[in-house]
């Protein structure tokens, strides 16, 4: 059965602190894999992964890939208040795409 | 993504009840994805069009019917509303391997 697992599933940080969120996955035929951020509305597209070993990067957020061992990791740095969010991974499959529990990340001021 | 919109944004009916939910999208997205969004279950996907007359179900497709008629069109039904249907409901459009998702702002149905 196709799934994947996030980590941590909640994390509370203070301003300037870098986290790491992490997405492991077991999907089959394997297409690409995709971080999105969540605020109290809908999910907004942060990243698309599609090749191991190649960092995406956007400002304070950078992701990479390792379809080796199946997972994914998103580094923000210098956290800020507007990064409290839930961060969700999905990864495509057949047709579709499988979307973990999400990582609820809450940066104190 | 303000080419994806959903309606009604927000719905309280009672049990037993048949429910439409519509997506509308102006991107021309072949692929169109209906999701239920709850506490502790993220995202999942109920129906999914590759598209027009063409669907499919997802993992949690039972008592959801779909229709898609036309590209930009993707409505979701409840035959018979439980309250166990209770949930943000999230229409998505784009592609799926080397494309991305995007979603429309969700309909947050409540069934009493």
């Known amino acids: 059965e196709d799934k994947v697992v996030q980590s941590p599933l909640s994390l509370v940080v203070h301003e300037g602190d870098t986290v790491t969120l992490n997405c492991s996955y077991e999907?089959?035929?394997?297409?690409?894999l995709l971080w999105y951020k969540q605020e109290k509305k809908a999910p907004t597209f942060l990243f698309m992964l599609?090749?191991?070993?190649i960092e995406k990067k956007s400002g304070r957020l950078s992701s990479i890939l390792d379809k080796k061992e199946l997972f994914s990791i998103l580094n923000i740095t210098a956290t800020q208040t507007g990064d409290s969010a839930i961060y969700l991974c999905a990864v495509s499959g057949t047709y579709k795409y499988i979307f973990g529990t999400g990582t609820r990340l809450k940066v104190l001021a | 993504d303000a080419g994806i919109t959903q309606s009604p944004r927000h719905k309280v009916t009672e049990t037993g009840t048949p429910v439409t939910l519509r997506c509308h999208q102006t991107?021309?997205?072949?692929?169109m994805y209906w999701y239920r969004q709850d506490p502790g279950h993220g995202l999942r996907l109920i129906h999914y069009?590759?598209?027009?007359?063409?669907?499919d179900k997802g993992e949690v497709s039972d008592g959801y019917s779909v229709s898609r008629s036309k590209t930009e069109d993707f409505l979701l039904t409840l035959e018979s509303a439980t309250s166990s249907q209770t949930s943000v409901y999230f229409c998505a459009g784009g592609g799926w391997g080397t494309d991305t998702q995007y979603f429309g702002p969700g309909t947050r149905l409540t069934v009493l």
């Open positions: 999907v089959t035929n394997f297409r690409s």
């Open positions: 599609t090749s191991s070993g």
């Open positions: 991107e021309n997205h072949r692929y």
């Open positions: 069009s590759y598209g027009v007359k063409d669907t």
